[in-house]
């Protein structure tokens, strides 16, 4: 705001922060994972299905990658902090799988990355990605309340081997 009037940025953050806690719309495109529609999104996202903490019961959430350092490494962030619900059942599971292009159902690990790394990370994304970063954060920080720089990111590890899901749970 400058005059007390809000800004084109601060409305179009104000509009993007509603889209990403608008439940039915950030859960849209897990039923085209689904179905293996997965490689509509590119490599930019991912799938990460994930075991409930409390019920055991497969959950799944599209999250953004910051970086993929590695062909078999990918890093997320939880944009909702620690309080997200995959990410609790993540420190608690932390065997998943990764839909990602044209791959389906890739068990991996995901662990937590330290303050240091997940800094670095952030740097890399910003130099990577600066027209998005300019667009995103605003709009991130609008929908959690808090700056970016203070949320988790997870390094997600492709196995291996590759196994069916029922095998590995």
């Given amino acids: 705001m400058t005059d007390g009037r809000p800004t084109m940025a601060g409305i179009t953050a104000r509009i993007g922060?509603?889209?990403?806690?608008?439940?039915?719309?950030?859960?849209?495109?897990?039923?085209?994972y689904r179905v293996g529609l997965g490689f509509l999104f590119g490599s930019r996202l991912i799938m990460l299905e994930h075991r409930g903490r409390t019920s055991g019961q497969r959950r799944y959430v599209?999250?953004?990658?910051?970086?993929?350092?590695?062909?078999?490494?990918?890093?997320?962030?939880?944009?909702?902090?620690?309080?997200?619900?995959?990410?609790r059942n993540i420190l608690a599971e932390p065997r998943v799988r990764v839909s990602t292009g044209f791959h389906r159902e890739l068990a991996a690990t995901a662990v937590p990355m330290t303050p240091d790394e997940s800094a670095a990370t952030l740097r890399r994304y910003i130099e990577v990605h600066p027209k998005?970063?300019?667009?995103?954060?605003?709009?991130?920080?609008?929908?959690?309340?808090?700056?970016?720089?203070?949320?988790?990111?997870?390094?997600?590890?492709?196995?291996?081997?590759?196994?069916?899901?029922s095998e590995t749970r």
């Fill in 132 to 165: 998005a970063w300019a667009k995103l954060r605003e709009t991130i920080e609008v929908a959690v309340g808090a700056p970016v720089t203070e949320l988790p990111m997870v390094r997600v590890s492709l196995a291996g081997e590759q196994t069916p899901v």
């Fill in 62 to 87: 599209v999250l953004e990658v910051v970086d993929h350092p590695s062909p078999d490494v990918y890093v997320i962030v939880s944009g909702f902090g620690a309080r997200a619900q995959w990410y």
């Fill in 17 to 32: 922060a509603r889209g990403l806690t608008t439940r039915w719309l950030v859960r849209a495109p897990i039923g085209l």
